[in-house]
């Protein structure tokens, strides 16, 4: 497999991290310092320029680059690449005292104040304006330096703005989605529900809180709206640095599962995904193998954004944070771990926030590679150097890429509207966490599945797992009946295709769009559990019944076949399904809870309650037999990931547990360790490898 390489400067992987100069110019000493360190941790790219707003311009149009011009000379000739920002997350006072637009309006209504961050207007002309001249004038003068190898555009883009401009472009692009008739909009919003019609696309607001917010219609198209506004500003801005400097990539550093952008809309508009990850490690509610398995489910979403080149970690914490409830100091060896779990994943980077510790204001506590103290001798400065050594001895690995048979699909219109929808139990939808606990089921599994959007194409997979699609988009249920046609494992759950992309419920029965002759069978009703109702599914088929250990993640327990059902509770009717287990008790006992239906050379499979995501274990497996993706059961704690390139495969095993873990079945180099493995890898506690065979 042909390898991706990001950086061909780098000759490896990327270590580096926010670097805010800025705050230091009259302690030259203190920078020059930070050169001597950085090369002492082998750091070899500095973010720059991320919050440097009121230090590049001063004063309207006076600008001020000479300092900035030296920092990136002094860290290139010292080998240092630069990761160039745009400072458009933060604005100088100067700007909003004299163009208050650029500040956000509430969803009150309420104009805010000057102050923080990542809080502007994204339809702001005059910050928009602004915002490209200091682009162009920043990609004029360092473009072309050959230390800058990319554009980092903002910061962690978030949130709306209910402001007359906003306000203007929402109804322009509703026109656009409607085709300039509003009756379109009136039949797909079903507004004729508490006489909510509109005459024209100008009576629409955005749902303000003491507003209209009763239309799920309008919710979603302003969370849509929202996205597509933030990209086009983020668009605006890449555009302006591709028109000067067209072969330099740009990024933005996303946030994990954020709930509010729909980062799959605007991954195609950067060059490179990135993301900022932080862990809550050694907390109070999961095991330390848990936290981990639940950070390789976000590595795993944001490399599906991009499946073909590697992404990069562009934030993470070298000590601790200072923003967590509880903000806990990362135990010696977790940061190894936490970086080369990124690599695992794909990610061709491991970078920092921050660099140094600054005195004061906001973040003078957050965790940085050099404390206060200054010195190169803290605990964390040495686990971070020991990182920078580790990432040069597994440099070949950049430019592969993971590669996996299954996916998961993850929709955020899917997301907003579940979050959105009337019904069922408030606290206890969990679209999120349940995506996340059948992950980690099939992680458990040794299957490492991409995160993909519904319409997306499937081809390369041979099993795909849908949980709660409650919404379909226009081209779903044709894309997993051909999927299933040519072979596929496909696994749906309760609450699948219930409404359309408008969120209209779909007629003649759910799931709709042709996918209830898909799985052979209708769901009537959908039946919301109290926290101490509960009910079972008994299995009536024999392999799954037989297999009903769910090997490390069940514990020791074994079941008597049974799954518990929590929650939510579907009655279906069969069509021509078989089924394979069936309701406990209640008055629907005895009907079907789990079905399979083959179409064409797969099977499209129903698990029409919610149950524990281990208890589910058997059935994985068994479509995962069907789907010839072999199982692969580590010891627990254990974490495996796979990269593939031109040279041969990487396998990548962290060992999250205090326990030192022995893993057969290994052959190759072990890259950190530098010795060959015949068949057995033995990790110690929180070790981590990288075996490389051909
Ligand atoms: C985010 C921001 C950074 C910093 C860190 C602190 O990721 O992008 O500027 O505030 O959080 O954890
Ligand atoms: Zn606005």
């Not at 330096?145 to 883009?157: L, T």
């Not at 190169?376 to 597994?394: H, P, Q, S, W, Y």
Request: charged share 25%.
């Amino acid at each position: 497999m042909e390898k991706k390489i990001l950086f061909p400067q780098i000759g490896g992987l990327i270590h580096g991290g926010d670097y805010n100069p800025e705050q230091w110019l009259d302690r030259p000493d203190i920078l020059e310092e930070d050169l001597r360190l950085m090369k002492k941790a082998g750091i070899n790219s500095a973010s720059v320029g991320i919050f440097s707003w009121s230090v590049l311009e001063p004063k309207e149009r006076e600008f001020h680059f000479e300092w900035l011009g030296k920092i990136i000379d002094r860290l290139y000739e010292n080998g240092i690449y630069t990761v160039l920002a745009t400072p458009s997350g933060a604005r100088p006072a100067w700007l909003d005292k004299k163009y208050p637009e650029a500040m956000r309006v509430n969803r009150m209504g309420q104009r805010e104040h000057h102050g923080g961050r990542h809080n502007h207007c994204m339809s702001s002309p005059v910050y928009r304006e602004k915002v490209a001249v200091m682009d162009r004038k920043l990609a004029e003068a360092f473009g072309s330096h050959p230390g800058v190898i990319m554009y980092h555009i903002s910061n962690e883009f978030s949130g709306e703005c209910y402001c007359e401009h906003c306000i203007k472009r929402f109804r322009t692009y509703l026109a656009e989605k409607y085709d300039h008739d509003i009756e379109k909009l009136n039949r797909a919003w079903w507004t004729t529900f508490w006489s909510h019609r509109y005459n024209d696309f100008e009576q629409i607001e955005p749902p303000f809180i003491h507003g209209e917010t009763s239309v799920m219609g309008l919710n979603l198209e302003w969370k849509r709206f929202t996205t597509w506004n933030t990209n086009d500003f983020m668009k605006a801005e890449a555009a302006v640095l591709h028109s000067v400097t067209p072969g330099i990539p740009v990024t933005a550093n996303l946030m994990r599962m954020f709930g509010g952008l729909d980062y799959r809309k605007m991954a195609p508009d950067m060059d490179v995904v990135s993301w900022d990850n932080y862990p809550i490690f050694h907390n109070d509610w999961e095991t330390l193998a848990d936290t981990a398995y639940e950070t390789a489910f976000q590595h795993a979403l944001m490399r599906s954004l991009k499946r073909d080149v590697p992404f990069m970690m562009m934030e993470s914490a070298p000590g601790l944070v200072n923003w967590q409830n509880v903000n806990k100091l990362k135990r010696p060896g977790i940061h190894r771990l936490a970086c080369l779990q990124a690599v695992a994943c794909g990610s061709d980077s491991v970078q920092y926030f921050q660099w140094r510790k600054g005195r004061g204001s906001y973040e003078q506590f957050h965790g940085a590679v050099v404390d206060h103290l200054g010195t190169d001798d803290t605990r964390v400065f040495k686990e971070v150097a020991e990182v920078g050594e580790l990432l040069k001895k597994i440099a070949p690995v950049a430019g592969t890429l993971v590669r996996t048979k299954a996916a998961m699909l993850f929709d955020w219109d899917n997301r907003w509207a579940i979050e959105d929808m009337k019904a069922l139990g408030r606290e206890t939808k969990k679209y999120e966490e349940t995506c996340i606990g059948i992950w980690k089921e099939f992680f458990r599994l040794g299957v490492d599945m991409d995160i993909v959007g519904s319409d997306e194409d499937l081809d390369r997979y041979d099993l795909v797992v849908a949980p709660m699609l409650y919404m379909l988009q226009p081209h779903t249920a044709a894309n997993l009946r051909t999927f299933v046609e040519r072979g596929g494992q496909l696994l749906a759950t309760y609450l699948t295709g219930y409404v359309d992309s408008d969120q209209l419920c779909y007629l003649g029965g759910f799931p709709g769009d042709g996918l209830k002759d898909l799985f052979g069978i209708v769901s009537e009703e959908i039946d919301s559990l109290y926290p101490t109702d509960r009910n079972a599914i008994v299995l009536t088929d024999e392999s799954l019944q037989k297999k009903a250990v769910s090997g490390e993640s069940a514990g020791e327990k074994e079941s008597c076949g049974d799954w518990e059902v929590v929650e939510y509770a579907e009655v279906l009717r069969v069509q021509d399904a078989q089924v394979l287990g069936t309701y406990g008790e209640d008055f629907y006992q005895g009907s079907a809870a789990i079905t399979c239906k083959n179409h064409g050379k797969g099977n499209a499979w129903y698990v029409a309650a919610r149950t524990d995501a281990p208890a589910m274990g058997p059935l994985f497996e068994r479509m995962l037999a069907d789907a010839g993706i072999p199982v692969r059961r580590l010891p627990a704690g254990v974490e495996c990931h796979v990269r593939k390139g031109q040279e041969g495969r990487y396998e990548f095993y962290l060992n999250w547990t205090n326990d030192t873990a022995a893993i057969s079945g290994v052959k190759g180099r072990d890259m950190v360790a530098d010795r060959e493995i015949e068949d057995v890898l033995e990790l110690p506690a929180y070790g981590v490898a990288v075996v490389h065979s051909r």
